[in-house]
């Protein structure tokens, strides 16, 4: 073998030696997790070397989880417009045959007028709970119209008594709701209404209707729930509110200081620009000093932040001379400025509304006209009384 041969063989040892080295090299990285090639971000592992397409190779970020889908908003609830919601009302009066219209026509329909007859009258009117001196004036006023004017016929009867009727109930008070904020030192003043009333009245579904009420007339409205001493009130009130979008400001606990909730009501109000706050209060009995005295507190700590435009009284149309009494105290203490007057159907006692009037000297501005969520109407003396005649 010559040179030449030689050298040639130990070329092809040493570089089959390298070839084998090399490769025991890359096996080695590869097991201790050596990088492979880099993939651009973004790009399927097959697009670069086989793998599966739906594998996506993202160098340096954390495997990304599927974010949930969020929750669909709850659809708000519209109320219905409040224009016209007394009629309804006035229909059902008219449907159940109102005691009260019904025996007073039945009664002035005869052919003479006895004084037993005159007495029969004012009997009716005093069990639907008008009250003795507003019941001995429209007797006295019919009496000498009718005697004067000689009326003997159903149609002039009537006519008479449905003036008579809308006098008595007074068309003159003023009923609207003070809501319109006002503008303060700081910028503007919502118009804060406190509701007020004993247990069993419905004074905390009034206010959830009544937020529903300002919602149709496209006012701004938070919920104060200042009755923090019975447990259901604050979800109660906050589930009227959030069917109309309306934010429910409450205690932490039950048994928190209810002035403190009704003032963080306000400032809330306040701070969004909101047009009216409504505040719920505790259902108090009237005889109960103490609960009075927080009635008192509540009041006084509000005004600090802003006037009350409002303090609505809510009477159970039903209760009749225990309505009044409820009235006398809340009307001292509370400083009442209207009545919302619940429960007024087809019964005999729809004379309270004259009654109430009477002793407190302030208007019934709303009525509970049944159980729907838009069944509070603001109170039309003449759509009442045409109710009650049937008409």
């Keep these: 073998m010559n040179d030449l041969a030689l050298v ?14 090399a490769g025991t090299t890359t096996v080695r990285r590869r097991r201790r997790g050596a990088p492979g090639p880099s993939v651009p971000r973004g790009t399927t592992a097959g697009e670069v070397g086989g793998a599966s397409p739906d594998v996506l190779v993202d160098e340096g970020a954390p495997p990304t989880a599927a974010e949930p889908e969020a929750a669909p908003a709850p659809t708000l609830e519209r109320p219905e417009p409040v224009g016209g919601r007394l009629v309804r009302l006035r229909d059902r009066l008219a449907r159940s045959g109102s005691p009260l219209g019904a ?4 009664v002035l329909s005869r052919d003479h007028l006895s004084e037993d007859d005159w007495d029969e009258l ?16 429209l007797i006295e006023n019919l009496r000498t119209r009718v005697r004067v004017l000689g009326v003997r016929d159903a149609a002039s009867v009537r006519a008479l008594l449905r003036e008579e009727l809308v006098a008595l109930v007074d068309p003159t008070l003023d009923r609207s709701l003070s809501t319109t904020p006002s503008v303060g030192a700081d910028g503007p003043v919502p118009a804060v209404v406190l509701v007020v009333g004993v247990n069993g009245t419905g004074k905390t579904t009034t206010v959830g209707k009544l937020a529903r009420v300002l919602v149709a007339e496209d006012r701004s409205v938070v919920l104060g729930a200042a009755d923090t001493f019975r447990a259901a009130a604050a979800d109660q009130l906050q589930t009227w509110g959030s ?20 003032f963080d009501a306000v400032r809330r109000g306040r701070d969004e620009n909101v047009d009216v706050v409504l505040v719920d209060t505790a259902g108090r009995l009237q005889n109960k000093a103490g609960l009075m005295d927080e009635l008192g507190k509540i009041r006084r700590v509000i005004t600090k932040e802003a006037p009350l435009s409002e303090v609505l009284l809510v009477l159970d149309a039903t209760t009749g001379q225990n309505g009044l009494n409820q009235a006398r105290v809340f009307g001292e203490v509370a ?13 005999a006692r729809g004379g309270i509304v004259v009654a109430v009037q009477r002793e407190l000297g302030v208007p019934v501005k709303l009525v509970g006209l049944g159980e729907g969520p838009d069944d509070l109407a603001p109170f039309d003396p003449e759509q009442f009384v045409d109710g009650l005649l049937g008409e």
Excluded at 335 to 347: E, F, M, P, R
Aim: proline residues 4%; without cysteine.
């Design 122 to 137: 004012e009997e009716t009117l005093l069990l639907a709970d008008v009250g003795a001196g507003p019941a001995g004036e």
């Design 103 to 106: 025996r007073l026509l039945s």
């Design 243 to 262: 069917r109309v979008g309306v934010p429910t400001v409450r205690a932490d606990r039950d048994g928190a200081d209810p002035a403190a909730v009704a």
């Design 335 to 347: 400083g009442v400025t209207g009545i919302v007057l619940t429960k007024l159907d087809g019964t």
């Design 8 to 21: 040639w063989i130990i070329v092809g040892v040493l570089l089959l030696v390298g070839l084998v080295t």
